[in-house]
């Protein structure tokens, strides 16, 4: 047996260097994929590109190569794109070149091809347009989204305020970690949409799913989940630690698989609740279509896709932006000015406020940029050889647009290091935008939740801060806000917070 193995093992490792060989074959064909660091077998480009710093690194390297580039990440050629110019021409400009979706080895493995964040071809385009077409429906109901935003805001101030319930100083506050709340606030959100209802903060259930949310992405941004994504065609057959976010995933899943079972037990077509009920009407129309994308696994993976979407990269950034609030309290201040200007103590926020609050406005922008949560976007890939820029990018191959390269720009944002709203600010004071500002990516493959996140942003920040005071419980000199994992996505540290009632 343990022959057995070790000859496995030499196999698997000589089909590794055998695919190495031929990719590099590949790549360094004349007129073919861009120039880049010579790769190694098996292990790619690993000594040039660092997991636990992916985007930093391919920053790096674009310098010595430029702005269009490759390197191979374990035996995967991936193309690089470096620069605001040249993500735009790739994704705005050519946008069905490059609309198809890259290899990402967990999303491949979980949804199998199937949903609408992993998903290519005729698949992708059905379910995402179906599923934008609803969401937008729901938003147009009896209750907006935005209706749905504030209500889930007022919940949310409960819940900050209850932390002051016991042991309470009306100069301290009582210190508490904000991440489970703002998950909770943020997913049921989503949840009103993709249920049809919402979970109390104390449901163990519900905080269960919370906690399996942050730990998926933790996982995916982890060195352990970054070397998984370079050499999964190894660990896929092996044991260890980097099958644990499988089964976070498979947990989200069950979840979804429940409620999906009450729908159909409580579905009328005539009168659908929310995106499973449309999602199992459009079922039963197309049961007679044996091609369908409608059917009950895509169902589980785009309500999973939805659920996971909805929640982590929205309560991250607002998560990450207090944590910005509290080593700037200047700027908190100076939003507070323009709330009570604007909205005053006795009515919530609104979204047509925002036009009325440039500072505001700017902040909210200014922490997506600055944390630039997912710097490398989720990979993309080209739907035929294209020519680009003078070289071949052959059909299939995987593409990383560095929006991280935009949205530090030093000629469109001067010192982009700097946390500073007036990078979003005119000198008379009035809102700028930004052709550079592409946080959730940019043309066919642009974020779907994009209008819902950042109405979610601005509205949350605010009620908060209306209502509240953030203070650290260190010296905001002694706060880090350097991402504790980078990966394809940036994670800030955790920290504690006071909140003031004002």
């Known amino acids: 047996m343990l022959l057995l193995g070790a000859a496995s093992v030499v196999l698997l490792i000589c089909v590794a260097c055998l695919l190495s060989i031929v990719q590099w074959r590949i790549r360094s064909g004349k007129g073919k994929m861009p120039e880049g660091p010579a790769p190694l077998p098996i292990v790619g480009n690993l000594l040039q590109v660092k997991p636990k710093d992916l985007a930093k690194t391919l920053e790096k390297l674009s310098e010595k ?19 605001y110019e040249v993500v735009k021409e790739a994704l705005i400009d050519r946008a069905d070149e490059f609309a198809a979706r890259g290899h990402m080895p967990i999303g491949d493995r979980a949804n199998k091809g199937l949903g609408i964040i992993f998903s290519n071809n005729e698949g992708w385009l059905q379910v995402r347009r179906f599923a934008l ?24 101030l409960e819940e900050i305020t209850k932390t002051n319930d016991c042991n309470f100083s009306e100069l301290t506050g009582m210190p508490f970690d904000p991440t489970y709340k703002l998950s909770c606030a943020v997913s049921n959100v989503i949840c009103s949409i993709v249920f049809g209802k919402r979970y109390d903060y104390k449901d163990k259930k519900f905080l269960s799913l919370m906690n399996n949310t942050n730990k998926i992405f933790e996982l995916m941004n982890s060195r352990l989940g970054q070397f998984y994504q370079m050499f999964s065609y190894i660990l896929d057959y092996l044991p260890g630690p980097h099958n644990k976010i499988f089964k976070e995933i498979n947990a989200l899943k069950a979840f979804a698989a429940e409620e999906i079972k009450l729908h159909q037990v409580s ?27 409608f059917h009950i696994t895509n169902l589980i993976t785009s309500t999973f896709d939805l659920f996971i979407a909805g929640t982590e990269t929205t309560s991250t950034t607002v998560r990450y932006g207090l944590l910005l609030l509290l080593k700037y309290p200047k700027i908190q201040e100076k939003v507070q000015e323009e709330i009570d200007r604007v909205v005053g103590r006795s009515r919530r926020p609104g979204v047509a406020d925002r036009t009325q609050m440039p500072y505001t406005d700017a902040v909210v ?11 490398t976007s989720v990979p993309h890939a080209v739907t035929k050889d294209v020519h680009f820029r003078g070289y071949v990018i052959p059909k299939g191959t995987t593409v990383y647009p560095l929006l991280s390269t935009a949205l530090y720009d030093s000629k469109e944002f001067p010192n982009p290091t700097e946390f500073n709203p007036g990078h979003f600010l005119n000198q008379n004071g009035t809102f700028r935008k930004s052709e550079f500002f592409i946080p959730f990516s940019a043309g066919k493959r642009i974020c779907p939740g994009e209008g819902l996140a950042r109405m979610e942003i601005f509205l949350l920040l605010t009620a908060i801060l209306q209502n509240f005071t953030v203070k650290p419980v260190v010296s905001p000199d002694e706060l880090s806000i350097t991402p504790t ?11 504690q917070l006071c909140a003031i009632p004002r």
């Open 65 to 83: 190569y430029g702005p269009v580039f490759s390197v191979q990440l374990g035996s995967t050629p991936v193309v690089v794109l470096s620069g």
């Open 133 to 156: 077409t609803t969401l937008r429906n729901f938003g147009m109901g009896k209750r907006s989204i935005e209706e749905r935003i504030q209500e889930e805001a007022e919940h949310l």
């Open 267 to 293: 579905l009328d077509p005539s009168a659908p609740q929310d995106f499973i009920d449309c999602f199992l009407s459009k079922m039963q129309e197309e049961k007679d279509n044996p091609k369908s994308h």
């Open 365 to 375: 922008h200014e922490i997506q940029r600055f944390i630039t949560l997912i710097p």
């Open 485 to 495: 994992l980078s990966g394809t996505g940036n994670i800030p540290p955790y920290y």
